[in-house]
């Protein structure tokens, strides 16, 4: 595929991310409401046309003010445009993640959406590489595979063997399946848009500040 039919994460404006991250909550409302499948605006961004890749996070608010996940599914592979695979992918997180079960029309009120825009993956050829709050990483071996996001290891604040482990353990795969020659690495990088509060204020996250803010400790 010519790298031109693919959008890429830098190619997006800020108001590209808010228009995505609304498509996703329209997405899901329309889906566990109604079971209406929507198609994009007609007036859509052409670039946003251009097959491309995501994954949606549905997290629930939690009384404390602590996110819960509720779902997360993606594409790794640019396998449509990207307004229609963010469309997929926030149906998909909100009703057919096997980790949880589908959402109900009463918990809408009550989740925010994060989308996260990926660049085409690329073989990791030097594992000192992986910079933690820059890339995701998918793990495949054999039939098992695996992908983390580029805000988990952040989150949680692993370093970079961490990272590594908990992707293999999410390939199915032992822990130290990533010192195997037969285990293949790939990373890429992503933008990341979210809903601050149910339906509200849309911001883009800076995972390097994030991590400086709350992994304090030294992390390569």
Request: proline share 6%; glycine share 6%; charged share 30%.
């Amino acid at each position: 595929m010519e790298s031109s039919e693919v959008v890429l994460p830098s190619e997006l404006d800020f108001e590209d991310g808010v228009y995505l991250v609304k498509l996703a909550r329209k997405a899901i409302e329309a889906y566990v409401r109604d079971g209406v499948k929507i198609e994009p605006d007609k007036n859509v961004n052409t670039k946003l046309m251009k097959r491309g890749m995501a994954f949606v996070t549905v997290d629930k608010l939690l009384d404390s003010g602590r996110k819960e996940l509720r779902g997360c599914i993606g594409f790794l592979q640019p396998v449509a445009p990207l307004a229609k695979v963010v469309i997929e992918s926030a149906i998909a997180a909100a009703t057919e993640d096997p980790r949880f079960p589908p959402l109900t029309v009463e918990e809408l009120e009550n989740i925010v959406i994060e989308v996260s825009v990926l660049s085409v993956p690329i073989p990791a050829k030097e594992l000192e590489n992986i910079v933690i709050g820059k890339h995701g990483i998918i793990i495949i071996r054999g039939w098992h595979s695996g992908t983390l996001l580029p805000q988990v290891p952040v989150e949680y604040c692993w370093d970079t063997e961490t990272f590594l482990a908990e992707g293999c353990l999410k390939a199915g795969l032992e822990a130290d399946c990533w010192l195997d020659k037969r285990t293949k690495i790939f990373v890429y990088e992503a933008r990341i848009f979210y809903e601050e509060s149910p339906r509200g204020l849309i911001k883009e996250r800076n995972l390097q500040e994030e991590l400086k803010k709350s992994c304090p400790q030294s992390i390569t």
